[in-house]
């Protein structure tokens, strides 16, 4: 292992600067110091702001935020010229903690075409370079850019020059994302035992992913002694993108006995930072991104749903609270079963009986087979046809409306209700219209306050005897209810629709309670 005081993994966040290589994903001086500001909150240890001598913007925002960042160290990389060693060490000169990231290639192919030099040209330009930014920084970090294709024996002597010259980290690149994970790993084994003076320096792995192995070499790195990471909010960067930071944080994390060292990294601010970042570039994440993607703790078959509600941990290996995404996610869909149809349904306030339960699933699953996502509106809209307006606790007993009609009369309802606990309740109420006064009269009586958001009503049938719908969408505890009844009387259809609602609202308080309460008795 290469020499560190304290062992963890250090990391380097490089979405400023390798992610901004992202094509669409540049970002201005206010956009970057948006990042850095938050890079700071997720507590990385270094933030890479950019490269100063690329232009006069990139100098601006790695002033800024050098200007700004207490806490994370600022890196400013360079390559090997006097002029881009100069400029990033006065972008970084109001840094508290500084860092020149100086580079050169290794591997014979960049030397050849690239760089035109050989190979002992290259190692001179190297130690050159880490001079030179020592003059103006304590802290250098030497990178051998596509140092996984280049000769080891030759990579070692270049990282022994520039120990030899003050560098304090090695970076060893993966630069082309050629390597795999054994090979990658083998050669920090390699070089943490060919490395002259290695004990003064901690080796850092950057790894791109262009066969999708970034993470993976990363964290062979990791075993093999690497003690900085470099990587990217949402694996963003040149080409296929760097290794992602969250899925190093929370690998590092969740298999913590395994690797057997972690980061620093508060890991409930990786989705806010990930959802920021898509917000400033615009650049959005794939579904099924790990960690942080929209479907990362979302399940929608049934075998897993049943699973997860015995116990969330048959279908998950994190939380999705530790890394800031609030819940799981049951997903509704054609892959579902009656376990979670029937814990979405009591969630939204009806208790079904088995064979209430049977049928609403047999319409669940037909509807499933036509839409992609069975959404709460289509539960409700399935839900309340199995279950009528019979349900409890409250029951209307009688309902009587007075000065409904003509220019100055003023509608009145009172209403009777019996609530399941053996409760009758009366009471009357006033209002802008019949309507309005029968639901004034009905939260009276139940004591239950709604936001009336929707109310319609329209003929089923024709005739004398013709049936009316009354439907009603209502606000209460901060959640949307859908009602709906029948009736030949149009302000009596009116009343059961709040009614249906009403009681759901209070079923769901009281599964709230009950499952507060079994929440209490287990603390
Ligand atoms: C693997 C990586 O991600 S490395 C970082 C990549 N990031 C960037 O390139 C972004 C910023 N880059 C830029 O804005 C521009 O490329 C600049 C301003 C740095 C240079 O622009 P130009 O002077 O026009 O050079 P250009 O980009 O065409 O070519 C690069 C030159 O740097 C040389 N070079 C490349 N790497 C290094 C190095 N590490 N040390 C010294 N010289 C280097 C090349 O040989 C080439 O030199 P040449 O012009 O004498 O042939
Ligand atoms: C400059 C180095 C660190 C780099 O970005 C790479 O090699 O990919």
Redesign the pocket.
């Known amino acids: 292992m290469s020499g560190v005081s304290e062992d963890f993994v250090r990391i380097f966040d490089t979405t400023l ?2 992610g901004e ?1 992202s094509p669409g994903c540049s970002m201005t001086t206010p956009q970057k110091l948006t990042i850095a500001r938050a890079l700071s909150e997720l507590g990385v240890d270094v933030i890479e702001a950019g ?1 100063a ?3 006069p913007d ?1 100098f601006a925002a790695v002033q800024a935020i050098a200007r700004e960042a207490r806490g994370p160290r600022v890196a400013a ?5 006097r002029n ?1 060693i100069e400029r990033a060490a006065a972008a970084l000169e109001p840094a508290e903690k500084g860092r020149i990231h ?4 290794t591997s014979d192919i ?1 030397l050849a075409h ?4 050989s190979r002992a040209e290259a190692l001179d ?1 190297a130690a050159a ?1 880490v001079e030179l930014a020592r003059q103006y920084c304590d802290d250098v970090e030497f ?1 051998a ?2 140092a996984s294709r280049s000769d080891p024996a030759y990579l070692a002597d270049v990282f022994s020059a520039a120990i030899e010259a003050g560098a304090r980290t090695l970076n060893v ?1 993966d ?1 082309v994302g050629y390597a795999v994970p054994e090979e990658y790993g083998a050669l920090f084994k390699y070089l943490s035992e060919h490395v002259r003076g290695i004990e003064k320096a901690i080796l850092s792995c950057h790894c791109h992913d262009d066969l999708g192995m970034a993470v993976a070499n990363s964290l062979a790195a990791v075993q093999n002694g690497a003690r900085q990471v470099e990587c990217t909010i949402n694996g963003i960067g ?1 080409r296929a993108g760097n290794a992602a930071l969250e899925e190093i944080v929370m690998a590092l994390r969740t298999r913590a006995p395994f690797y057997g060292v972690g980061t620093r990294v508060n890991t409930k601010r990786l989705y806010p930072t990930s959802r920021q970042l898509v917000a400033v570039t615009g650049s959005a994440v794939a579904r099924n991104k790990a960690i942080i993607g929209e479907n990362a703790f979302a399940h929608e078959s049934g075998i897993h749903q049943h699973g997860m509600l015995r116990n969330r941990e048959t279908y998950e290996i994190m939380s999705p609270d530790d890394v800031g995404v609030s819940r799981s996610q049951l997903v509704l869909g054609k892959h579902s079963g009656r376990a979670a149809l029937s814990d979405r349904l009591r969630e939204l306030g009806f208790a079904l009986d088995e064979s209430a339960l049977n049928q609403a699933f047999a319409h669940f699953k037909s509807l499933a087979d036509k839409k992609k996502e069975v959404f709460d509106a289509d539960l409700e809209a399935i839900a309340l046809g199995q279950t009528g307006n019979e349900q409890g606790p409250w029951r209307l007993l009688a309902l009587q409306i007075q000065g409904a009609i003509g220019r100055d009369a003023v509608p009145s309802a009172s209403v009777r209700l019996a609530h399941e606990d053996g409760r009758v309740v009366q009471e009357a109420a006033v209002g802008d219209g019949p309507v309005h006064a029968i639901f004034a009269a009905i939260e009276r009586a139940t004591g239950t306050a709604v936001t009336l958001r929707q109310f319609q009503v329209r003929a089923l049938t024709t005739g004398e005897d013709a049936q009316g719908e009354a439907r009603v969408e209502i606000e209460a505890d901060g959640r949307e209810y859908r009602g709906r009844a029948v009736s030949t009387d149009i302000l009596e259809a009116s009343a059961l629709a709040l009614v249906e609602v009403i009681n759901r609202i209070e079923r769901r308080r009281a599964l709230q309670a009950s499952a507060g309460a079994s929440e209490e008795a287990v603390a």
């Open positions: 600067r390798d290589q490269f001598a690329a232009s990139d990389l360079a390559r090997c010229q881009d100086v580079f050169i290639a960049h690239k760089l035109r030099m330009a370079g990178s850019e596509d690149p630069t040149e």
